[in-house]
């Protein structure tokens, strides 16, 4: 029973253009959502977080938008990078208590 | 410096041994995680200490031991190693169980 979904296993973007990773969650309550970034052969990184009580956080090339009635949260990278390659994971969480993974959309920008 | 570190990075044994995972963290973080990402690549959580107690046990065989001698340590002690445990562990610490910092992973294969 996930209650955290990333429903695309891949996204491939030319580099210069928006990235767009979606997750979707059931359990509305979930108060706090996080995405993280994996390299191969290591561990997952922070990238950037949501509170409920905000519907967008801004870092960077970085942003990620949160939709309570959809239950959806969305990670927008722009303009993405060959760098930006990586498997990216969305989380979520309520009071602080475990965090819950969704399977990860493995991004892929072409020079 | 590595913030999180994890040893081995690779293991490789037999079915019916018992081996153990050790973890470590320079972050003076609160509470330590053990996560499971399975074949579906699924991020799951299998133990959280908090302040060298159990605060999170998850549905987990109880052939699976987690051990915190102290505060920055936290290891993982399987007994009698089964084909299905083969996967990848994450060692993970957060400070008031906020956003959690991910060691590079153990890639356990039990043949």
């Known amino acids: 029973d996930q209650q955290v979904k990333q429903n695309s296993p891949s996204l491939s973007v030319q580099e210069g253009r928006i990235s767009i990773l979606n997750c979707d969650y059931t359990?509305?309550?979930?108060?706090?959502f996080l995405w993280y970034k994996k390299y191969p052969a290591e561990g997952p990184t922070f990238l950037i977080s949501?509170?409920?009580?905000?519907d967008k956080n801004e870092d960077g090339r970085f942003t990620v938008f949160l939709n309570k009635s959809a239950k959806h949260l969305s990670l927008h990278i722009v303009p993405s990078q060959p760098g930006d390659s990586a498997v990216y994971f969305c989380a979520a969480s309520y009071n602080f208590n475990k965090f819950y993974f969704g399977s990860g959309t493995k991004l892929n920008v072409k020079p | 410096d590595t913030a999180v570190s994890q040893t081995p990075k690779y293991l490789v044994t037999q079915m019916g041994n018992d081996k153990s995972i050790k973890c470590e963290q320079n972050?003076?973080?609160?509470?330590m995680y053990w996560y499971k990402q399975d074949s579906k690549k699924f991020l799951k959580i299998m133990f959280s200490y908090n302040n060298k107690e159990l605060i999170i046990n998850e549905t987990v065989p109880n052939r699976f031991s987690p051990k915190s001698p102290d505060k920055a340590h936290l290891n993982l002690h399987i007994n009698s190693l089964e084909l299905g445990d083969s996967a990848v562990y994450f060692c993970?610490?957060?400070?008031?169980?906020?956003?959690?910092?991910f060691g590079q992973g153990t890639r356990l294969t039990v043949v």
């Open positions: 972050l003076g973080h609160d509470t």
């Open positions: 949501i509170s409920s009580i905000k």
């Open positions: 359990n509305s309550m979930f108060d706090y």
């Open positions: 993970a610490s957060s400070q008031d169980q906020g956003r959690a910092f």
